[in-house]
């Protein structure tokens, strides 16, 4: 039981490494998707 | 690859749930020594070897990029390229080679179709990336990287502790080359971040052909050198069960879908990011 924590922390580990760096892009495209609406619009 | 993008995302999702499954059912064998946290490998392996498939597209890409400054230059690479593939297939079916090959359980004509894929490959992203999207592709590639090498580093801790009794082995060549390699295509994001020189794509791609040297440096690490971690499961020393190992190759393909699909989103995100510079610098000279 004691090693069973140990991989369920790997995994864990793993599936919040990769979460956190999909939202990072979500949150960079959303960023960047604001910018060229309010370019578009100075236009 | 737009309008598909939600049915691969869902794809992906299944196999990567089913790879998961396998990884943990019962059905799959448990190791004698270790018992169940073993099963770490099949998130820290393919981890492993996807980033290691990535720092390997980012250096072909980046020496394209290189290359593409002068024609000269990109002819005398491509001339390279196909001369590394042409003596590679030779040198592999000199008789010593052939016989270490053999002795290592390598057949050397799959060695030999290995090292063609070297050119094969270079030519092949030249053609699917041109110009500037050569520098796209490197940034996403090292990025996505990062990410399967913060993984591999992570995770091998982890399964370290129980097994081995500590977390890190300092002097341990494998852990060691692999850490370095990680903080060299950190250091290249950091130098694509925040460096506003003209030079940057140009330097980054210099730095990335040098820290893709490490590569081989962590794969190869623990034929010749004393180190803690076990031998390679395939094509070493090591040994894995034929079940395992089927496992192990569905995580990797489930691996691989995944990072196929997080490249393409940072790739389209950093083509976003350069039609909104474009767009800055064009107001600015309208202005």
New interface residues.
Partial sequence: M???K??Y???I??WT??VF??GT?VQ??RR??R??NE?AK?? | MKRAFPILSILTAVFLAYALHLALSKDTPTDAQQGDVYRIIYYHVPSAWTAFLLFFINFIASIQYLASAKETTERAARWIVIAIGIIGVIVTYLPQVKQQLIAAGMQPSAMATTVLCIPAFYFFVGWLFPGDRLDVLAVTTAEVGVVFCTIVLVTGPIWARPVWGIWWAPADIRLTSTLVLWLIYVSYLVLRRFSSSAQTQMLAAALAVFGALDVPLVYFSIWFFRTQHPQPVIGGGGSIDPRMLHVLLMSWMAFLCFAFLVSWSRFQLELLHRRVEAAHANRWRNE
């Fill in positions: 004691n090693a069973l140990f991989l922390a790997a995994y580990a793993t490494i990769h760096y999909l892009l960079r495209y960047l998707r910018e060229m370019l100075t236009k």
